[in-house]
């Protein structure tokens, strides 16, 4: 249970006072009339009634009435409520409480006095946001001691409120990880500014369409899309690219759709589909898909998988917007 150290206020320079009519020892005998309230601190804060007599008696004060009445709790502390004569001395000191309070704060481990903070033991529920800076700090997840679990990891929030992919800024250790706007969890491999990072396996990390407008590809090669991503050495990664058009003309030509890749990824150019034959009929629906494999075996590097289409004249081709896809996951 809580045990929040008790409020109290003092000052130095609160000047002794007496009572100006008698008081009798009962616990319901708790307004006080003093000569002067002035130069006291705000309440609460301690005072004492006939201080080193044998009718001491340690009071808590609790509201200052008016410039002549203090309101106290009558025999703080443990002392016993006595009679007191006017004009018996009252003066604001401290108590054994005040020392017990600290004493126990430093060396009792089982109080709980900080009240806004969350105890390791899980008594008391977290409330209200929780924040974490990336890279600055960050909640420990996995610790040694679980089965398996011999190194601490990071949860280093989130990247959005509309970024797909790991981070692109700030500075992180190895096995940090993050979950992106899409949900995918990315792992730091590398530590940097902002380190190599790589997706929970089977998880879809890109999927981009294009082209952005119509296009009708007539003697000549467009692109479709070009989407460049971070591909860390020796992890698999999966595209699969597809395409759906229809025919312009239909005089006998050539149709091609191609995938081509960087840094090593994909050797030569890779057919999506090929046309080259008699002529279809105008309209006909025409596509083709393909998944790919891709493995950098070299050094981690940005690698820009492109889907481009080409056309003779006679073989005219049209697309829609967003007729082509490429999926990526990690396999």
């Keep these: 249970m809580p045990t929040a150290i008790s409020a109290r206020n003092f000052n130095n320079t609160a000047p002794p006072t007496n009572i100006t009519a008698n008081i009798d020892n009962a616990l319901t005998t708790t307004n006080i009339p003093v000569t002067s309230t002035a130069g006291y601190p705000p309440v609460p804060f301690t005072g004492c009634l006939e201080r080193n007599t044998l009718n001491q008696e340690f009071v808590l004060v609790t509201n200052v009435i008016d410039a002549n009445h203090f309101s106290v709790v009558r025999g703080y502390d443990g002392t016993p409520a006595i009679n007191h004569v006017a004009p018996a001395t009252f003066e604001h000191c401290t108590g054994a409480i005040d020392f017990r309070e600290a004493n126990q704060h430093h060396t009792d481990t089982t109080r709980d006095d900080h009240l806004q903070y969350v105890p390791t033991n899980g008594s008391r529920a977290i409330t209200g946001p929780q924040t974490f800076n990336a890279g600055i700090s960050a909640q420990t997840l996995a610790l040694a001691g679980f089965p398996g679990a011999n190194i601490a990891t990071r949860y280093v929030g989130g990247t959005g409120p509309t970024a797909q992919g790991p981070p692109g800024a700030g500075t992180f250790l190895v096995g940090d990880w993050v979950r992106d706007i899409v949900g995918v969890v990315w792992t730091c491999v590398v530590a940097g500014s902002p380190g190599t990072w790589i997706p929970e396996c089977g998880r879809t990390i890109w999927n981009v369409k294009g082209p952005g407008a119509p296009m009708d590809v007539v003697n000549t090669t467009r692109t479709l899309i070009s989407h460049t991503f971070s591909a860390v050495k020796n992890v698999q990664y999966i595209a699969n690219v597809s395409i759906q058009g229809t025919i312009v003309t239909a005089i006998p030509g050539y149709i091609n759709c191609v995938v081509t890749g960087s840094a090593g990824t994909l050797t030569g150019s890779i057919f999506v589909m090929s046309y080259n034959a008699t002529a279809l009929a105008v309209g006909a ?23 481009t289409a080409a056309a003779s004249i006679h073989g ?11 999926m990526i996951w990690r396999g």
């Design 285 to 307: 629906v025409m596509g083709g898909s393909l998944t790919i494999g891709l493995n950098v075996l070299g050094a981690t590097a940005n690698t820009t998988i492109t889907v």
């Design 316 to 326: 005219a081709y049209r697309l829609g917007a967003g007729a082509a896809q490429l």
